[in-house]
């Protein structure tokens, strides 16, 4: 990978041209097949992974073994590393929904770009900051809004970032089993079942094994926004 290739993720695009080649430098190239894991929460400090292709899902799962998932990052993201500053074990896990290509960066390599080269301190306190935001407004989704609003809220970001428009609405990659549905919106399988039927019934979705068809987006929107009193 050379600098040019790395100038195509968005968050890295302020670095110098000198700093993205010596970024360029110290990733490795990495190929996931599906269901593998990038790194695993409770472990070393994890690297920073910009993916190139295909889909991850980052989680977070209780003694219980049960599953929060936390972000779904697209191809041109970066993640992980949260924890670098203070050396503490990896918060959430990383695993392929999808084979998947990504540039990792070692957390050893990490650390000594951050503290050596300011610029990409910048850029990696940036990285954090809006992976903590996404993580607050999760934790928003789950203590003020319903189950029906959680499952809209979905739909409605992934139309947003990779949605592609059709005659009747906008389409989406099915991307996620049922129960990951569940683990997104914190909730059963079955209550996933019953909400995706009603949205079908009420002709603002339709749903196969592949895709998934947002046909009144305004409304999805609406109920996404709607909060428990």
Same mark, same amino acid.
């Given at each position: ?60 799962? $209780? ?7 936390? &972000? =779904?990052? @697209? !191809?041109? %993201? ?5 924890? *670098? +500053? ?6 959430? $896990? ?7 290509? &990504? =540039?990792? @960066? !070692?957390? %050893? ?5 951050? *503290? +050596? ?113």
């Amino acid at each position: 990978m050379d600098a040019n290739g790395l100038a195509q993720f968005a968050a890295l695009q302020k670095l110098p041209a000198a700093v993205l080649c010596q970024l360029a430098d110290q990733m490795d190239r990495r190929r996931f097949q599906t269901g593998e894991s990038l790194f695993q929460q409770g472990g070393e400090v994890s690297p920073l992974v910009a993916l190139q292709s295909g889909r991850v899902k980052l989680f977070r799962q $209780s003694r219980q073994e049960r599953v929060q998932i936390l &972000a =779904l990052p @697209l !191809p041109g %993201e970066c993640f992980g590393g949260e924890t *670098l +500053a203070n050396d503490t074990p990896c918060p959430y $896990s990383a695993t392929a929904l999808q084979p998947a290509r &990504a =540039l990792v @960066l !070692p957390p %050893e390599k990490l650390r000594q770009l951050v *503290l +050596a080269v300011p610029e990409f301190q910048e850029v990696f306190l940036n990285l954090v900051t809006t992976r903590l935001k996404q993580f607050v407004t999760l934790v928003h989704d789950l203590a003020f809004r319903d189950v029906t609003a959680r499952l809209a809220a979905v739909l409605v970001a992934r139309a947003q970032s990779e949605g592609q428009r059709t005659n009747h609405g906008i389409i989406i990659e099915r991307l996620l089993s049922q129960q990951e549905y569940a683990e997104i919106a914190g909730t059963a399988r079955e209550v996933v079942y019953r909400t995706f039927r009603k949205f079908e019934q009420e002709g603002l979705a339709s749903f196969t094994r592949e895709t998934i068809e947002i046909t009144a987006f305004e409304t999805l929107a609406e109920i996404a926004r709607q909060e428990t009193h």
